[in-house]
């Protein structure tokens, strides 16, 4: 009965630290070949859609990048000078942006207010595959946006057939349209291309000419084959018609069901006042330069550059590039980005081209600078981080191990392996730096991909031995032979440890779950669920049946399931913890979300509760993989996060390292205690060593309700103001931090 009510306690404070705030994000030092990264915990990039934009109403053009992969965004501060090109990670800023947003985002002032507004698609709220505006307003000093309603349904963006009816402007959910000034008289135009494909019809807002100015967006479908030109989808050349008016005639048109998908950027690039028009295409991995010899109410291509910029280095990225104009470097002169359109099929680390405008703003001319614009300064494994920690030159500080899904190679190769970051900080102040890009050699499984590192000590001789999970959903194993307090020295790998087989992408875990003294294995899985295999062996000899759905093993460990309804995929990732003596269970999900469950104790075999679909507030886009430690000594765990982009995130969570006994540093000379414990009045807390000593009491809910500065070796401290319950103690001294538990009796 006392364990059943000590599970209850227990159940209420884990719900309150798991889900009573969002986390914040911790910008940890990492270097890569000497360089420090400006931004590695960004989250990594694969199909960026940037965009300028003021974020804090500071008068700088500020970058904002969509990434479709996940559909997540990303804001950074504009810091450089005239000329710079430097950006600064606020992720603060990201929660501006509206949710939901999915496929593509244009930032444009179609108002003229001087700030941007907000144009997306619109499947993301409908069933209908169009145009949703959001206009954008400053509030309390940063930009904000509202959702702007038009006729019809589901406020999507219309336009006025011949016979009067109304009906969406289509834009496929795999496109990126344009959105700018396409007749040179101030409003924002369209141009997108025929639900059949071939051809680009242009829509014409009206608001100029019926009076309105530029607050009112009013189309009407004036041109059905915009400059003339036809795309086949087949050669990069486009079909172009003899002269202005004209639309190019097909001899033989080609049967198809709809257009395979385009991306579209529209600019003046010789200063004649009409716009040129940059293709991406689905079939190639360039894009197309279309030179406008019409004029702004009548387009006309006459001249086509198919390896733009061919007086350069052309653009060249498999598959599906789309482009970009703005300015990036502060010299007041737009650029040319390009990047790939296509989610898991196309290039996912050099994923963002920048070429400088060296010429003017009204003639630009491009040179190529580099492949990995804002890149460079991140953390980026290309597809899928999966992260892990472990001290692996056994000094304390514990370091991380990252595995991806690959980087992408030409015929659907992957380049999966493990990294090494040694962590070179100081026990409170982590710092990285990656010491070997092919940790343990696992690059030359060339059949083998998306590797997910676990660490345990799986054979109880005190060091931690390694499993590995992969795509096909087996394991590798390699024993660590180093013995306790040694650098690890893994022996050879061995593959398909004990015949475990969980069917695609496996994610191990390790942990003594049942509390019988042997560590279990708990695997995730694509499909969702977690798969649990007991140990049935020794202490120094691990066994396991390899078929989960044979007892004592589980194939849904606590009935979890990390697909969401109606769909079969679901990409679980467990981590355990213990939380006062008992187990919680937190697991990545598909959808970027890490879901958090208790009522493990006693009920291993049972259903588990969900305590948050969503802990501390957390979507980095898809595939989360956790990875949870105490990495700076203070006490509460830190908690690292990897995403399908290949990039990872860091937060500062509210659980403790460990609460069922006072806080030792990592060598346990010192330790903080507190007494008496539980307390009704004065409390009184001890920790020896010389210097000046800081206090911190929180609230279960994370809130800092008590802070004393002492010297000595014991402080006491009145609790008679404090309601009833249980708090957690911090104590900072010599730059190192301890952490304890207190309770406050009625």
Sequence with gaps: MKRALAAIWLSAWVFTFASAQDYYELNIPFRVNGQNLAFPLAGGLNNPQPNAVDLNNDGKLDLYIFDRTGDVHLTFLNTGAAGESKYTYAPYLEALFPEGLADWVVLRDYNGDGVMDLFTQAQ?????????????????????????????????????????????????????????????????????????????????????????????????????????????????????????????NLVNPPVVERHPGSTLLLFDADNDGDK?????????????????????????????????????????????????????????????????????ISENHEVLWYYQNVNTAQEPVFEYRQNDFMVEDMLDFGSVANPAFVDYNADGLLDLVVGNGGYYQLFGERDSRLFLYENIGTPTSPAYELVDDDFLNLDVFDDYYSFVPAFGDLDNDGDMDILVGETLGRLFYAENT????????????????????????????????????????????????????????????????????????????GNINTAVPGAITGYSSPVVLDQDGAYVLITGTEVGQLEFYNGIEGNISGAYNLVTEQMGGIRVGRRTRPAIADIDHDGKLELFVGNERGGLTAYQTNLFLDSTSPSRDVNGELRVEVFPNPTGGLATVRLEGPGEKRLELYSATGQLVLARLWQGSELSFPTGGLPGGVYWLKVVTQGRAFAGKLVVKE
């Design 482 to 557: 180093a013995g306790p307090g040694n650098p690890v020295a893994y022996g050879p790998w061995q593959y398909n440890y004990m015949n475990i087989f969980v069917g695609a992408l496996s994610a191990p875990y390790i942990v003594d779950l049942n509390r019988d003294g042997l560590p279990d294995l708990l695997v995730g899985e694509r499909t969702g669920n977690i798969n649990y295999y007991q140990n049935t062996g020794t202490p120094t000899a691990p066994a396991f049946n390899g078929d989960s759905g044979q007892a004592p093993n589980i194939f849904a460990l």
């Design 276 to 344: 040129e028009l940059v293709l991406g295409d689905v079939s190639f991995d360039s894009v197309n330069f279309l030179h406008n010899g019409g004029s702004c109410n009548l387009a006309w291509v006459d001249a086509q550059d198919p390896t733009f910029p061919s007086y350069d280095i052309p653009v060249n990225l498999p598959v599906f590039p789309a482009t970009f104009y703005l300015d990036v470097n502060n010299d007041g002169k737009k650029d040319f980005l390009a990047a790939p359109n296509a989610n898991n």
């Design 124 to 248: 993301a709220f409908s069933p209908f595959q169009g145009i949703a505006v959001f206009r954008g307003f400053i509030q309390d000093g940063r930009i904000a946006f509202e959702r702007v309603p038009f006729e019809g349904p589901d406020d999507v963006l219309q336009f006025t057939l011949y016979n009067g009816t109304k009906t969406q402007i289509y834009v496929s959910n795999v496109d990126y349209p344009a959105i700018d000034d396409v007749d040179c008289d101030g409003d924002l135009d369209i141009l997108t291309f025929n639900p059949s494909g071939g051809y680009i019809e242009y829509y014409q807002n009206r608001s100029i000419e019926m009076g309105y100015g530029r607050d009112s967006l009013i189309y009407r479908l004036e041109d059905d084959c915009w400059g003339g030109i036809f795309e086949s989808g087949i050669d990069i050349q486009l079909g172009l018609a003899p002269s202005p008016g004209d639309c190019y």
